[in-house]
């Protein structure tokens, strides 16, 4: 078919008709950001790409089975991509998957900070345990589902009220989700390092195991000692004072070019304790 025979009506459906679908694939790809199915997606690339350079080479069996592979690649996606298909649907749901998306803006993470840092600071000087994560690339949803769900403006104050002993969400670790406590009194994963010092506790277990498996920062405020560590990508960070707390929150989340005032290997320490 020539293109002399497409009207110019015929023309701007077209366009529309694919401004819709690159819209609808950009907003999917929004609902999933931020999750392990953004690992899971560029595993399945890798699989396309195999499969295209084995034609090309003339690997048989291995085009043989990288094409298995995406044919039960449908069925594999709905399993594989649940818990983000059935958010997304509940978005359609309540009308917000098609909202318009605002970026975080560097002050409200740095007053987030400050709020993290007050309350660390206070709960510390007092022994009060603590565990907060933070999340980051990798969505902390599977464990916000395990809390409760709080979804309140982050302050000093709710997060120490939360930490108080004896109050009903004092258990379990706090979940920062986009600048909100999103959930209290979530299960994390213990680590199940052979490495970790005998003297650490549950929390820190638990902040190690979510590190691993996550890009999240975990706060962990010591209920025997007071001291404050930060865990991140499966290392643990102990008996940091509130300077050099505050700084490596600012690093990690506001990407500051500052460099610490304290010494690496002066607070740094792996999962061996």
């Not at 084995?54 to 085009?63: A, H, V, Y």
């Not at 649940?82 to 509940?90: D, G, I, K, T, V």
Request: net charge neutral.
């Amino acid at each position: 078919m020539s293109l002399d025979n497409f009207t110019f009506l015929d023309i701007i459906i077209n366009l529309v008709d694919v401004f819709l679908i690159w819209f609808v694939i950009y907003k999917l790809l929004m609902v999933i950001k931020g999750t392990k199915a953004v690992q899971l997606l560029k595993g399945i690339f890798v699989i396309v790409i195999v499969k295209i350079l084995s034609d090309l080479i003339g690997f048989r069996t291995l085009s043989w089975l990288m094409g298995e592979t995406l044919s039960w690649g449908f069925i594999a996606i709905i399993i594989i991509f649940q818990p983000e298909l059935r958010r997304a649907l509940e978005q359609i749901g309540r009308g917000k998957l098609f909202a318009r998306s605002v970026n975080q803006e560097d002050d409200e993470i740095e007053r987030m900070v400050d709020a993290i840092v007050n309350a660390t600071t206070y709960m510390a000087k007092r022994r009060i345990g603590a565990l907060i994560s933070i999340e980051r690339e990798t969505g902390l949803n599977e464990y916000i589902e395990t809390g409760i769900e709080v979804d309140s403006k982050i302050t000093s104050e709710i997060l120490i009220n939360i930490f108080i002993p004896n109050t009903p969400l004092h258990d379990g670790a706090v979940i920062i989700q986009k600048q909100k406590v999103a959930a209290a009194a979530c299960y994390l994963p213990l680590s199940e390092s052979p490495f970790i010092s005998k003297e650490l506790g549950t929390r820190h277990r638990a902040a190690l195991g979510i590190s691993e498996v996550t890009d999240c920062l975990t706060v962990i405020v010591s209920e025997e000692t007071g001291s404050i560590s930060l865990t991140k990508n499966g290392e643990l960070h102990r008996d940091l004072s509130q300077d050099v707390f505050k700084e490596m929150l600012k690093q990690e989340l506001v990407n500051s070019p500052k460099t610490l005032t304290q010494p690496r290997w002066n607070w740094m320490v792996k999962k061996n304790g």
